[in-house]
């Protein structure tokens, strides 16, 4: 049973495009995250949602919108493709009450080309 | 703001014990946890210290200083298996902040 999935793994595009990527977790978590990881690997937070509504929202261009339709859901929607937009953009869910204890999904590797 | 420092490479071999530092800073400071994340993997959590102390989870421990805003992760009995990117990271103000990682490398 997958805790955590997404999809697509893989998303290569070109330079302006609009894409989604989708988020489910089993585990009847209250609270879902966004993180992006660079080339570096460093591993930045960009949205969390805790029963479907938005608690934390980073400096991230507005191009990303993240949208939660129940709470076992949270898809990412990026408009306009950059090449700085290319990384791995992990979903990950936690009780509300254990924010420390996050799950991961397996990432999505998004190549702008 | 918010930030943790850890160093960005560790060499060990295999059999050895290795201590991983992490020192913060970070508002509304909850506690310190601990992931460990494979090549081509998803960070997976090891630990979580929200007291001062040392907890134990098999080969691994994690440690705690509030006073010092320091923690450290000890892996015991190295195995090839362990080599992986190591992050800490500290909850607090309703979000968890991940230091840059460090990645061991265990040799044979």
């Known amino acids: 049973d997958t805790a955590v999935s997404q999809t697509p793994k893989y998303l290569v595009t070109q330079m302006g495009n609009d894409k989604s990527i989708k988020c489910e977790q089993n585990?009847?978590?209250?609270?879902m995250y966004w993180y992006k990881q660079d080339s570096k690997k460093f591993l930045k937070i960009m949205f969390s949602?805790?029963?479907?509504?938005?608690?934390i929202n980073e400096t991230v261009p507005n191009r990303f919108s993240p949208k939660s339709p129940d709470k076992a859901h949270l898809n990412l929607h990026i408009n306009s493709l950059e090449l700085g937009d290319s990384a791995v953009y992990f979903c990950?869910?936690?009780?509300?009450?254990?924010?420390?204890?996050?799950?991961f999904g397996p990432g999505t590797r998004l190549t702008v080309l | 703001g918010q930030s943790l420092e850890q160093p960005s490479e560790v060499t060990a071999v295999e059999g050895a014990i290795v201590q991983i530092n992490c020192t913060y800073q970070?508002?509304?400071?909850?506690?310190l946890s601990w992931y460990q994340q494979h090549d081509g993997g998803a960070p997976t959590f090891l630990s979580y210290?929200?007291?001062?102390g040392l907890e134990e989870t098999g080969r691994f421990s994690s440690f705690l200083s509030r006073s010092d805003s320091y923690g450290y992760l000890l892996l015991q009995e190295l195995q090839m298996k362990d080599s992986a990117s190591y992050f800490c990271a500290g909850t607090g103000g309703f979000k968890t902040i991940f230091g840059a990682g460090t990645r061991l490398f265990v040799k044979a």
């Open positions: 970070t508002s509304g400071f909850y506690g």
């Open positions: 949602y805790n029963n479907k509504e938005l608690i």
């Open positions: 585990l009847g978590h209250d609270t």
């Open positions: 990950a869910s936690s009780q509300a009450q254990l924010l420390w204890e996050q799950f």
């Open positions: 210290n929200a007291l001062d």
